[in-house]
T-cell receptor, first 113, second 114 residues
């Protein structure tokens, strides 16, 4: 199983609603990041939260981190059609003796006008 | 800044041919990453360079894959010979700091091997 796993795999909402995506991970981390990927494009960094932080805001984004539960959530408030994209969490993990950034499988968000 | 630049954006080739993907990282970044994205396996790290030196190539699938970074502003990922299972989107990313810090992704190269 993966270091970071998002839930749900897909989410469909109406414009104006809030969207919540969750990420769970398995090992201790230094930080956790959320990225967005529009169809056919590269990933874009949204927000980074460090292991000693519990909550972070950036515009309409709110990220929480619970290291005791090894989980994080990304909340997008007042969603817009332009928020339609895949959202990935990424955590650092040591595998094979190397520190890597491990990406989850992503949550596909569809925001309908 | 133009961001991470990758070329070509699309590549269609036949099985057995050599494929070379190119990447120009953001100026001043000292870490460069090559990733592969497929529906089945998601986003996988292939190789990581720091200060032009390969640090972790444990994700490189097999000897058919090789990567170089001759200087701080250029890297290549080569597949020779290519196979249909190599079809994927290949991303290059760069970072100004350590592996666990923010990475900036290029637009990707969509590779199709027939």
């Amino acid at each position: 199983s993966q270091q970071g796993e998002e839930d749900p795999q897909a989410l469909s909402i109406q414009e104006g609603e809030n969207a919540t995506m969750n990420c769970s991970y398995k090992t201790s981390i230094n930080n956790l990041q959320w990225y967005r990927q529009n169809s056919g494009r590269g990933l874009v960094h949204l927000i980074l939260i460090r292991s000693n932080e519990r909550e972070k805001h950036s515009g309409r984004l709110r990220v929480t981190l619970d290291t005791s539960k090894k989980s994080s959530s990304l909340l997008i408030t007042a969603s817009r059609a332009a928020d339609t994209a895949s959202y990935f969490c990424a955590t650092d993990a040591i595998t094979g003796g190397y520190n890597k950034l491990i990406f989850g499988a992503g949550t596909r968000l569809a925001v309908h006008p | 800044d133009a961001g991470v630049i990758q070329s070509p954006r699309h590549e269609v080739t036949e099985m057995g041919q050599e494929v070379t993907l190119r990447c120009k990282p953001i100026s001043g970044h000292n870490s460069l990453f090559w990733y592969r994205q497929t529906m089945m396996r998601g986003l996988e790290l292939l190789i990581y360079f720091n200060n032009n030196v390969p640090i972790d190539d444990s994700g490189m699938p097999e000897d058919r894959f090789s990567a170089k970074m001759p200087n701080a502003s250029f890297s290549t990922l080569k597949i020779q010979p290519s196979e249909p299972r190599d079809s994927a989107v290949y991303f290059c990313a760069s970072s100004s700091s350590h592996v666990e810090e923010t990475q900036y992704f290029g637009p990707g190269t969509r590779l199709l091997v027939l």
